[in-house]
């Protein structure tokens, strides 16, 4: 059997390009008992993949150049040596960027059968969902009549977290960086929408939208973004710190926000999260999300390349805004 | 009755002057019903009243110009037309800057009879003490064991903070801005202490002060101080961020900490507070702090200017360092 692989040939400098992946075909072992063969269906390319592909000592290992990358991707069990794990299973995992996976059944998910398409426990009611809710309502603390501004609003975590504030009864502001994803945004009923490319100062674009001051921020961005929410914020604001997606592409070190006073004057809660810490509480998120999309009370975009081999233009795509929600790779 | 009063002659830029302060003679009306005019003992000068030099929006409003200033003093009550507050009655206000305050009892607390000296109310039984004690355990949430950084650690707040959490079992890094204070935080026995005039580099002194990492970082002086702090934080590390002094005579915006994302890596924890939303639990506070002071286990420098006319003097010497401990004027 061979499998189809995505390497990281070369590090990115800056905006990751073409050239710093390459597409390897390999022959697989044969299974050894325990051991399942997936066929990938589905698989995810996110934001956060981008800092493993620096070398530098972090809590997460970086991507090793010349080698498979991964990420999270959803595919069905082909062939088994594990009892557990019958051929037939669809199951979601963190081996994504290649056609086919082995895997010991450590690390893998089984999907519930719902009648929800199967990329959307790689969206909605997966990684980027899990981490809106999160975000929200157990970093955040998100509270009925708070005021909520989303950067990246369009995105596959920003339009979640835009629509799970509604449903609590918030005044969400989200902002995004084209004409057409405001529109879109518009069409979920979210409260004032900022094309960050055309408003200007951002700082009064926000106080405009908000000017009521701004309770909850959850940031996807960075930059003048952060700038804009700090000086907007209202006293005992919380500012959820999800992704600073301006800076992972940056050569050297970006000045932070020039504000940061702030958090002092206005009694702030600044908090990063990663939502894999939170995974245990994976099935509350799930039965959530799950009752309020079977009531039509959440909507999602997708954005689908074709064929792992667009599997690098698909991340690459991801910094230049060319995704609306979750950017996906079907196999 | 004349009053000698301390007033804002005009805004500071940059670093205070003497040129930005007056003092000024005035006769003071006589009491009406339900006054009381208190003779001020003690007078406190802290970092935090250079933000309110500024004219500037702000949720407490600046000071004005040719106005008497105002802060933390401790008085002596020298005549009264209130019942509840007899003559001879000694009290805390935030009428300080003047040597005469009239009052009509709101705003004063009674200083409880107790052996420790009237100005330990300013500092260590007062405002600071009570800054440290809420940084550290309501917004760091402090544990046995953490390892603790505190910047502007031979401060008024910051020698304390470092004793409260020695006392809890923590290991202590304090830094500081000059060897001599080096010496007397060391007597009292912080497990390291980095002068950061001389110690080159601020990531990594601290690397080498704490190579375990920092749990819990308590935040007087911002700017490299915190990009340090950042570099060198644990995972779920809470920065409990109580001043930024090393900003506050900023002529323009400065540039924040440029690993500000260090949030998202590490999911930390970064809260501003100021120590007046938790006044209530100043009873919690006294009652702690009196009897570890009874027991001798903390202890306390202050640095004293003589006479009202001293103290512009003594605010403007906060900012080149030249206090141990609480900087106090006496009257």
């Given at each position: 059997m061979k499998s189809q692989e995505i390497h990281l040939a070369s590090r990115p400098q800056g905006t990751p390009t073409a050239d710093n992946f390459s597409l390897i075909e390999r022959e697989l072992a044969p299974l050894q008992d325990g051991q399942v063969l997936i066929q990938n269906l589905w698989m995810s390319v996110d934001p956060y993949?981008?800092?493993?592909?620096?070398?530098?000592?972090?809590?997460?290992?970086?991507?090793?150049?010349?080698?498979?990358?991964?990420?999270g991707a959803i595919g069905e069990i082909i062939e088994s040596r594990n009892d557990q794990w019958p051929v037939g299973t669809k199951v979601s995992h963190m081996q994504g960027w290649r056609s086919h996976a082995i895997c010991d059944g450590q690390g893998l998910t089984a999907i519930p059968a719902?009648?929800?398409?199967?990329?959307?426990?790689?969206?909605?009611?997966?990684?980027?969902?899990?981490?809106a809710w999160t975000g929200l309502f157990r970093i955040a603390e998100l509270k009925p009549g708070d005021t909520v501004f989303v950067s990246a609003a369009s995105g596959a975590v920003g339009s979640i977290a835009c629509q799970l504030a509604k449903l609590q009864g918030c005044t969400v502001i989200g902002s995004v960086g084209s004409d057409e994803k405001a529109e879109s945004l518009k069409a979920l009923d979210i409260d004032a929408?900022?094309?960050?490319?055309?408003?200007?100062?951002l700082t009064q674009a926000l106080a405009q939208a908000a000017p009521q001051g701004v309770d909850v921020y959850f940031e996807n961005v960075g930059g003048e973004h952060l700038e804009a929410a700090l000086n907007n914020m209202n006293e005992f604001g919380r500012i959820t710190v999800c992704g600073m997606i301006s800076q992972y592409n940056a050569t050297e070190p970006q000045p932070g926000p020039s504000n940061i006073g702030m958090l002092?004057?206005?009694?702030?809660?600044?908090?990063?999260?990663?939502?894999?810490?939170?995974?245990?509480?994976?099935?509350?998120?799930a039965a959530q999300m799950g009752q309020w999309i079977s009531e039509g009370k959440i909507k999602?975009?997708?954005?689908?390349?074709?064929?792992l081999a667009q599997a690098p233009e698909a991340f690459i795509g991801l910094f230049e805004g060319k995704n609306k929600g979750k950017m996906l790779v079907k196999l």
């Open positions: 993949m981008r800092g493993r592909m620096i070398d530098r000592a972090s809590y997460v290992p970086p991507f090793q150049l010349n080698h498979v990358l991964e990420g719902t009648s929800l398409p199967l990329q959307s426990f790689l969206g909605i009611m997966g990684m980027p969902g899990m981490t929408v900022i094309n960050y490319k055309t408003a200007g100062d002092i004057v206005k009694k702030l809660k600044m908090q990063g999260f990663i939502v894999f810490d939170h995974w245990q509480h994976y099935g509350d998120f999602w975009d997708e954005t689908i390349y074709e064929g």
